[in-house]
């Protein structure tokens, strides 16, 4: 079984991006690999591990083989993404980027990250596009594959919105769900390609 997490990537007090997470799990539950068991899609929501500012003091590429992490809420944060086969990344822009603590919550870890893959949704002004610019960069430092299709939610056509302010409700466009799962499709294919990969970098490190 491959095992995917929803990654909700911001913090912000009456953020959006649960209201997308929901969206994505919901649809995703139709793939045919999610209604078939091949593949169990889990949500991961970074406000749940209330990670502060990198507090680790050695850094994440040569932690664990040094002792391990040493605080609790890092360990508990890496016993999370170790489980996982591979990601999708829920992501709002914010100044042309993405979220700061996605950021620092990709920063805590190294090997849990690697030989994995991900796939991105994201949502702003202009559909997210410019945050998973400078996601797919960051990820490919921790050795994560990111997949082509993007799934990217605009404000003016996917929510309908009252005030700013306001969360307002979420409404994709008919193209977004073939979209979301031809990102599906993607991400399960690397997911099981990089298997063996996985694989041999586990059995290295028990030698």
């Not at 909700?8 to 139709?30: I, N």
């Not at 850094?59 to 944060?77: C, D, L």
């Amino acid at each position: 079984m491959i095992r995917i997490a929803v990654i909700t990537g911001s913090t912000r007090p009456e953020r959006r991006a649960t209201m997308v997470s929901d969206w994505v799990a919901a649809t995703a539950a139709q793939h045919a690999a999610v209604r078939d068991g091949t593949v169990e899609l889990e949500s991961v929501d970074l406000a749940a591990y209330d990670l502060p500012l990198l507090d680790e003091s050695a850094p994440a590429k040569v932690a664990p083989n040094n002792g391990g992490y040493a605080n609790a809420h890092t360990r508990v944060w890496a016993e999370a993404i170790a489980s996982y086969d591979g990601f999708v990344f829920v992501t709002p822009e914010y100044n042309h980027s993405f979220p700061a603590a996605l950021k620092n919550a990709i920063d805590y870890l190294y090997d849990e990250w690697n030989d994995k893959a991900a796939g991105f949704v994201s949502y702003g002004i202009q559909g997210g596009t410019r945050a998973v610019e400078h996601l797919r960069p960051v990820l490919s430092e921790v050795e994560v594959a990111t997949v082509r299709t993007q799934v990217a939610l605009t404000m003016s056509t996917d929510f309908q919105l009252a005030d700013p302010l306001e969360s307002g409700t979420l409404t994709p466009g008919s193209h977004q769900v073939p979209t979301l799962h031809a990102m599906l499709d993607e991400l399960i294919a690397w997911s099981t390609a990089l298997a063996a990969l996985r694989s041999g970098r586990l059995e290295a490190a028990l030698l």
